[in-house]
Protein backbone atom coordinates (compact mmCIF):
# COMPACT_ATOMS: atom_id res chain seq x y z
CA UNK A 1 0.00 0.00 0.00
CA UNK A 2 1.20 3.51 -1.10
CA UNK A 3 1.97 6.09 1.78
CA UNK A 4 -1.28 8.18 2.14
CA UNK A 5 1.08 11.16 3.02
CA UNK A 6 2.86 10.92 -0.53
CA UNK A 7 -1.27 10.38 -2.03
CA UNK A 8 -2.29 13.83 0.20
CA UNK A 9 0.88 15.41 -0.72
CA UNK A 10 0.08 14.96 -4.63
CA UNK A 11 -3.34 15.89 -4.24
CA UNK A 12 -2.44 19.26 -2.60
CA UNK A 13 -0.22 19.75 -5.34
CA UNK A 14 -2.79 19.27 -7.57
CA UNK A 15 -5.67 21.29 -5.84
CA UNK A 16 -2.97 24.47 -5.37
CA UNK A 17 -1.71 23.99 -8.83
CA UNK A 18 -5.66 24.26 -10.16
CA UNK A 19 -6.35 27.06 -7.98
CA UNK A 20 -3.28 28.93 -9.20
CA UNK A 21 -4.09 28.13 -12.78
CA UNK A 22 -7.88 29.24 -12.11
CA UNK A 23 -6.69 32.56 -10.81
CA UNK A 24 -4.58 33.13 -13.59
CA UNK A 25 -7.59 32.67 -15.92
CA UNK A 26 -9.45 34.94 -14.31
CA UNK A 27 -7.23 37.75 -14.18
CA UNK A 28 -6.65 37.56 -17.58
CA UNK A 29 -10.12 37.82 -17.88
CA UNK A 30 -11.18 40.84 -15.80
CA UNK A 31 -8.24 42.20 -17.82
CA UNK A 32 -9.80 41.49 -20.96
CA UNK A 33 -10.52 44.67 -23.35
CA UNK A 34 -9.34 46.84 -20.12
CA UNK A 35 -7.58 50.47 -21.90
CA UNK A 36 -6.16 53.39 -19.36
CA UNK A 37 -7.44 56.40 -20.37
CA UNK A 38 -7.65 60.08 -18.11
CA UNK A 39 -10.90 61.41 -17.38
CA UNK A 40 -10.76 65.02 -19.11
CA UNK A 41 -13.57 67.73 -19.30
CA UNK A 42 -13.35 71.37 -20.56
CA UNK A 43 -11.43 72.39 -23.50
CA UNK A 44 -8.75 69.72 -24.01
CA UNK A 45 -6.87 72.31 -26.42
CA UNK A 46 -6.77 74.52 -23.19
CA UNK A 47 -3.16 75.81 -22.30
CA UNK A 48 -4.83 75.70 -18.46
CA UNK A 49 -4.89 72.33 -16.51
CA UNK A 50 -6.56 71.86 -13.30
CA UNK A 51 -6.34 68.52 -11.77
CA UNK A 52 -8.46 66.67 -9.40
CA UNK A 53 -6.77 64.51 -6.66
CA UNK A 54 -10.53 63.01 -4.80
CA UNK A 55 -11.62 60.46 -3.01
CA UNK A 56 -15.49 58.69 -3.74
CA UNK A 57 -16.26 57.95 -0.15
CA UNK A 58 -15.13 61.70 0.96
CA UNK A 59 -17.88 63.40 1.99
CA UNK A 60 -15.64 66.97 1.64
CA UNK A 61 -15.52 65.97 -2.49
CA UNK A 62 -19.00 65.26 -2.45
CA UNK A 63 -19.86 68.80 -1.24
CA UNK A 64 -17.22 70.19 -3.80
CA UNK A 65 -19.07 69.22 -6.22
CA UNK A 66 -21.40 71.80 -6.98
CA UNK A 67 -18.21 74.60 -6.97
CA UNK A 68 -16.75 71.82 -9.45
CA UNK A 69 -20.28 72.44 -12.02
CA UNK A 70 -19.83 76.22 -11.13
CA UNK A 71 -16.30 76.40 -12.37
CA UNK A 72 -16.62 74.61 -15.68
CA UNK A 73 -19.82 76.01 -16.38
CA UNK A 74 -18.22 79.63 -16.00
CA UNK A 75 -14.40 78.76 -17.52
CA UNK A 76 -14.81 74.88 -18.96
CA UNK A 77 -13.92 76.70 -22.49
CA UNK A 78 -10.64 77.87 -21.38
CA UNK A 79 -9.51 75.31 -18.62
CA UNK A 80 -8.85 71.17 -19.16
CA UNK A 81 -10.27 69.72 -16.06
CA UNK A 82 -8.57 66.08 -15.46
CA UNK A 83 -10.27 63.20 -12.60
CA UNK A 84 -7.56 61.49 -10.72
CA UNK A 85 -7.97 59.37 -7.43
CA UNK A 86 -6.29 59.63 -4.09
CA UNK A 87 -8.68 57.23 -2.16
CA UNK A 88 -7.83 57.59 1.41
CA UNK A 89 -8.06 53.93 2.06
CA UNK A 90 -6.87 54.23 6.31
CA UNK A 91 -10.26 56.10 7.21
CA UNK A 92 -12.47 55.40 3.31
CA UNK A 93 -12.43 51.97 2.98
CA UNK A 94 -14.84 51.73 0.24
CA UNK A 95 -13.23 54.51 -1.79
CA UNK A 96 -11.10 52.48 -3.58
CA UNK A 97 -13.66 49.78 -5.02
CA UNK A 98 -15.69 52.82 -6.02
CA UNK A 99 -12.44 54.11 -7.91
CA UNK A 100 -12.63 50.78 -9.60
CA UNK A 101 -16.18 50.97 -10.24
CA UNK A 102 -16.24 53.95 -12.17
CA UNK A 103 -12.97 53.34 -13.78
CA UNK A 104 -15.26 49.95 -14.96
CA UNK A 105 -17.83 52.36 -16.15
CA UNK A 106 -15.12 54.58 -18.14
CA UNK A 107 -14.53 51.12 -19.69
CA UNK A 108 -17.78 52.13 -21.53
CA UNK A 109 -17.43 55.25 -22.12
CA UNK A 110 -19.51 56.70 -18.57
CA UNK A 111 -17.02 57.83 -16.16
CA UNK A 112 -18.00 61.05 -15.25
CA UNK A 113 -21.44 59.57 -15.43
CA UNK A 114 -20.74 57.24 -12.73
CA UNK A 115 -18.51 59.91 -10.74
CA UNK A 116 -21.87 61.83 -10.43
CA UNK A 117 -23.77 59.46 -9.48
CA UNK A 118 -21.11 58.09 -7.23
CA UNK A 119 -21.01 61.68 -5.45
CA UNK A 120 -24.91 62.48 -5.72
CA UNK A 121 -25.82 58.59 -4.43
CA UNK A 122 -22.58 58.62 -1.44
CA UNK A 123 -24.63 58.53 2.07
CA UNK A 124 -26.60 55.46 0.50
CA UNK A 125 -23.49 53.63 -1.04
CA UNK A 126 -21.34 54.45 1.86
CA UNK A 127 -24.02 53.21 4.64
CA UNK A 128 -23.47 49.91 3.81
CA UNK A 129 -20.68 47.12 4.42
CA UNK A 130 -20.79 45.48 1.03
CA UNK A 131 -21.76 48.30 -1.79
CA UNK A 132 -21.78 46.18 -4.37
CA UNK A 133 -25.27 45.86 -5.22
CA UNK A 134 -25.52 49.75 -5.09
CA UNK A 135 -22.49 49.93 -7.68
CA UNK A 136 -24.14 47.19 -9.93
CA UNK A 137 -27.76 49.50 -9.60
CA UNK A 138 -25.64 52.72 -10.91
CA UNK A 139 -24.20 50.87 -13.70
CA UNK A 140 -27.68 49.69 -14.59
CA UNK A 141 -29.00 53.14 -14.62
CA UNK A 142 -26.36 54.13 -16.99
CA UNK A 143 -27.51 51.08 -18.94
CA UNK A 144 -24.39 49.84 -18.83
CA UNK A 145 -23.30 45.84 -19.88
CA UNK A 146 -23.40 44.60 -16.50
CA UNK A 147 -21.13 41.28 -17.09
CA UNK A 148 -18.59 43.49 -18.67
CA UNK A 149 -18.72 45.74 -15.83
CA UNK A 150 -18.71 43.31 -12.95
CA UNK A 151 -15.62 41.77 -14.46
CA UNK A 152 -13.75 44.70 -15.62
CA UNK A 153 -14.33 46.33 -11.84
CA UNK A 154 -11.89 43.59 -10.86
CA UNK A 155 -9.44 44.12 -13.42
CA UNK A 156 -5.81 44.36 -11.98
CA UNK A 157 -4.75 47.10 -14.34
CA UNK A 158 -7.17 49.21 -13.01
CA UNK A 159 -6.59 48.73 -9.36
CA UNK A 160 -2.92 49.23 -10.89
CA UNK A 161 -3.75 52.31 -12.02
CA UNK A 162 -5.70 53.84 -8.85
CA UNK A 163 -3.00 53.21 -6.94
CA UNK A 164 -0.53 54.86 -9.18
CA UNK A 165 -2.38 58.03 -9.68
CA UNK A 166 -2.62 57.43 -5.19
CA UNK A 167 0.88 57.47 -5.43
CA UNK A 168 1.16 60.87 -7.84
CA UNK A 169 -1.32 62.42 -5.05
CA UNK A 170 1.66 61.70 -2.22
CA UNK A 171 4.88 62.96 -4.64
CA UNK A 172 2.36 65.77 -4.56
CA UNK A 173 3.05 65.79 -1.19
CA UNK A 174 -1.29 65.99 -0.63
CA UNK A 175 -1.96 65.05 2.44
CA UNK A 176 -6.32 65.30 1.83
CA UNK A 177 -8.84 65.29 -0.23
CA UNK A 178 -9.56 67.23 -2.83
CA UNK A 179 -6.95 68.52 -3.87
CA UNK A 180 -5.82 69.86 -6.79
CA UNK A 181 -3.03 71.16 -9.13
CA UNK A 182 -3.20 74.34 -11.45
CA UNK A 183 -0.75 73.83 -14.27
CA UNK A 184 1.57 71.13 -12.25
CA UNK A 185 1.49 73.47 -9.14
CA UNK A 186 -0.35 72.31 -5.78
CA UNK A 187 -3.02 74.97 -5.17
CA UNK A 188 -3.58 76.36 -1.64
CA UNK A 189 -6.78 78.07 -0.77
CA UNK A 190 -9.29 78.61 1.73
CA UNK A 191 -12.08 79.71 -0.02
CA UNK A 192 -13.92 79.56 -2.99
CA UNK A 193 -13.32 83.41 -3.94
CA UNK A 194 -9.48 82.37 -3.71
CA UNK A 195 -10.12 79.04 -5.54
CA UNK A 196 -11.63 80.75 -8.79
CA UNK A 197 -9.19 83.88 -8.28
CA UNK A 198 -6.18 81.43 -9.18
CA UNK A 199 -8.20 79.47 -11.99
CA UNK A 200 -9.05 82.92 -13.68
CA UNK A 201 -5.30 84.44 -12.94
CA UNK A 202 -3.87 81.19 -14.68
CA UNK A 203 -6.72 82.02 -17.76
CA UNK A 204 -5.31 85.60 -17.77
CA UNK A 205 -2.22 86.05 -16.53
CA UNK A 206 -2.47 89.82 -17.24
CA UNK A 207 -5.29 90.92 -15.45
CA UNK A 208 -5.08 91.71 -11.37
CA UNK A 209 -7.77 89.00 -9.55
CA UNK A 210 -6.30 89.31 -6.25
CA UNK A 211 -8.39 89.77 -3.35
CA UNK A 212 -8.30 92.60 -0.90
CA UNK A 213 -5.18 93.70 -2.20
CA UNK A 214 -2.79 90.44 -1.86
CA UNK A 215 -1.19 88.48 -4.77
CA UNK A 216 -3.65 85.55 -5.67
CA UNK A 217 -1.80 83.11 -8.02
CA UNK A 218 -0.88 79.27 -7.44
CA UNK A 219 1.55 78.43 -4.38
CA UNK A 220 3.06 75.16 -4.55
CA UNK A 221 3.09 73.81 -0.80
CA UNK A 222 1.51 70.70 0.56
CA UNK A 223 -2.04 70.11 0.09
CA UNK A 224 -4.88 72.43 2.32
CA UNK A 225 -5.96 70.19 4.88
CA UNK A 226 -8.51 70.38 7.38
CA UNK A 227 -9.75 74.02 6.02
CA UNK A 228 -13.18 75.05 6.06
CA UNK A 229 -14.16 77.14 2.76
CA UNK A 230 -16.11 79.93 4.31
CA UNK A 231 -17.03 81.82 1.13
CA UNK A 232 -19.15 79.98 -1.06
CA UNK A 233 -21.72 81.21 -4.00
CA UNK A 234 -25.21 81.34 -2.83
CA UNK A 235 -26.31 77.47 -2.84
CA UNK A 236 -23.42 75.86 -2.69
CA UNK A 237 -22.66 73.75 0.93
CA UNK A 238 -19.67 74.66 2.90
CA UNK A 239 -16.72 72.28 2.57
CA UNK A 240 -14.40 70.57 4.94
CA UNK A 241 -10.92 69.21 3.65
CA UNK A 242 -9.43 66.28 4.43
CA UNK A 243 -12.39 64.69 5.72
Known amino acids: MKNPWVIIGLLAVVLIGGAVWY ?20 NE ?7 EYSDFQCPACAQFQP ?10 DQI ?8 LLQIHPLAEPAARAAEAAGQQGKF ?17 ANPTPYFI ?54 TFE ?10 SPTVDFSLDGEESGVVAEEAVT ?4 EAVPEGAPTVQFGI
Open 23 to 42: SNVSAEKNNEGVAITSHVKG
Open 45 to 51: AATVTLV
Open 67 to 76: VMEEIMAKYG
Open 80 to 87: KFEYRHFP
Open 112 to 128: FEYHDLLFINQKEWTAS
Open 137 to 190: KYAKELQLDEDQFRRQARSSIIQEHIRAQYDEAREQNFTGTPSFLLNGQPMKFE
Open 194 to 203: EFEAQIQAAI
Open 226 to 229: ATTV
